[in-house]
Structures are given as C-alpha cells and as structure tokens.
C-alpha cells in the first residue's frame, strides 16, 4: 500500500530566503536603470563636449541614448517580474508545495541580455573613439591656425588661405580687380628680386592696387592714411607650400587712422577680393 503523500511545511528560512532573492533581483534592477541612466547621458555629455570645442564632426552620438533606455527598461521588467516570482514562491510556500527548485529563465534571460548590449556598446565606442581621433587631429590644425591667426588679427594683419599657387592666386586677383575697374599699381615680386642677388625665397608677391574715387574721401578725413594707400595685398608661401594672402584689416586701418565709420565701406572691400583670390 502506497503511503499518502505528504505535504511540505514551510519554514521562516524559506520565507527569508525568498525574500532575499527578490531583494537581489530588485539590486540587479537598480542597477540596471542606474546604468542604463549614465549610458544615455554619455551621449548628452559627448555632444556638449564637442560644442564646448567648437568641433564640426557629422558622427552623432542617439546610439548612446538607445542603449541607456534599454538598459533602464530591461531594468524596470527585471524588478516587476522579480515581484511577480516572489508573489508566486510566496504563495506555494504557503499552499505547502515545495518551492526550492525554479525557471532559471530571468537569470539567463538577463545574462544574455546584458551580454548582447556590453558586445554592442563595446563596438560603438571603438568607433567612437577611432572618430575622435581623426577629428582630434583636425581640432589641433585647427587651433593652430586659429591662434596664427588671432595673432595677426592683434596686429591688424588678417590671413587667409589659398587653393591655388602664388602666381595663379595673383592672376586670378588682378582679373578681378580689372573686371571690378579698380586700378592696378604694381605687382611686386620679392622672391623674384631676391633671386636677382642670389637670395632664395618662397614665392611672395604683393599686390598694389586702390581707387582714387574710393580712397581720396578716406586721406581728406584723415591724412594719416595716405601712408597705408593704395590697398595692398601680400600672396605668399610657407615652409609646407602652403599659400596664404594677408592684408591689413579694414578696422584695423580706421583704427589706426581715426577714420569715421561711413568711410570704411572704402576700403572694406579689400577683404572680399581676397577672399575671392583663394577660392
């Protein structure tokens, strides 16, 4: 004769261990909002970063706020469906079933999970990184251009670069001015008077050009200015090839000379042509 089965009486250690359990389901859940929270921040805080550096890059940085919300939402699931398995091991210990073997279902659901994000956050900081080491290197040209620059700007001296050789930015310059009607004075070429006495210099020329109706307003209203007319503009060549034009910023010359503002669209123009030679 079978003996009648007999039922499992729960003691107050299979109470506390399930609740222990559900409070470390409720840490792992916890930790994966506050996470998740730092994860979609890191993207806020790159893109701040990068405007705080005055840095044009087209990488983009939302990936960073889809793995923190999913992290905070596989956070939120872990906890409500902890509660849901302690509710239910609650009850079975109070029905007298034995409650000690369960699903590992969450546990590995959750393993894999956070496996399959660490592997996609990995990948899209490696590429996030290899990003801000090529446009590291642009931001530090850039800055080193920006402080010769700034320098000049001190000076009154305004820099600007060229996309063609020395010869064709002055060609190109001259037929803008004839084409403008604005008169051309002279064409100055160190490098080649250099070469005349045996001295070798990089290719530098300077461009002498004015209006007598544009800039005799300007030395009736200030003499002074005469010694800076007609407008001149210097194309010339560095160490690594590189073509520059230069100028004397037209605030500068108002500056220097007291000229009164109306008459700086006289000489403002200046800046347009070098422009204009470069590109």
């Known amino acids: 004769m079978n003996s009648p089965p007999t039922s499992y009486k729960a003691a107050v250690t299979d109470y506390l261990a399930a609740e222990r359990t559900l409070l470390a389901w409720v840490r792992t859940g916890l930790a994966l909002m506050g996470f998740g929270f730092v994860v979609a921040r890191f993207g806020l805080f790159l893109q701040q970063l990068t405007a705080l550096e005055h840095t044009a890059t087209e990488k983009t940085y939302g990936l960073s706020i889809w793995f923190g919300t999913a992290l905070i939402a596989a956070g939120v699931i872990v906890t409500l469906a902890s509660a849901v398995r302690h509710i239910r091991m609650v009850r079975e210990l109070n029905r007298g079933s034995d409650a000690s073997v369960h699903s590992v279902v969450q546990a590995v659901a959750t393993a894999v999970f956070l496996g399959l994000v660490g592997i996609a956050m990995a990948i899209y900081l490696l590429s996030v990184r290899s990003s801000t080491g090529s446009h590291s290197e642009i931001r530090q040209e850039s800055i080193m251009a920006g402080a010769t620059n700034s320098s000049m700007s001190n000076k009154g001296i305004v820099q600007v670069a060229?996309?063609?050789?020395?010869?064709?930015?002055?060609?190109?310059?001259?037929?803008?001015?004839?084409s403008k009607g604005i008169t051309l004075f002279a064409v100055v070429d160190h490098s080649g008077e250099a070469e005349k006495v045996g001295m070798k210099m990089p290719p530098t020329k300077?461009?002498?050009?004015?209006?007598?109706?544009?800039?005799?307003?300007?030395?009736?209203?200030?003499?002074?200015?005469?010694?800076?007319?007609?407008?001149?503009?210097?194309?010339?060549?560095?160490?690594?090839?590189?073509?520059?034009?230069?100028?004397n910023g037209p605030d500068y010359l108002a500056q220097r000379h007291g000229l009164p503002h109306e008459f700086l669209q006289n000489i403002a123009v200046v800046g347009t042509l070098a422009t204009k030679a470069g590109e």
């Not at 060229?162 to 004839?178: A, P, R």
């Not at 544009?214 to 090839?241: F, N, R, Y």
């Open 206 to 247: 300077l461009v002498i050009f004015g209006s007598p109706k544009a800039g005799t307003p300007l030395m009736l209203a200030a003499p002074s200015v005469a010694i800076d007319l007609p407008l001149k503009i210097l194309v010339s060549e560095d160490s690594q090839a590189k073509v520059w034009i230069w100028y």
């Open 162 to 178: 060229s996309n063609h050789s020395v010869d064709e930015t002055v060609q190109k310059l001259t037929g803008i001015l004839h």
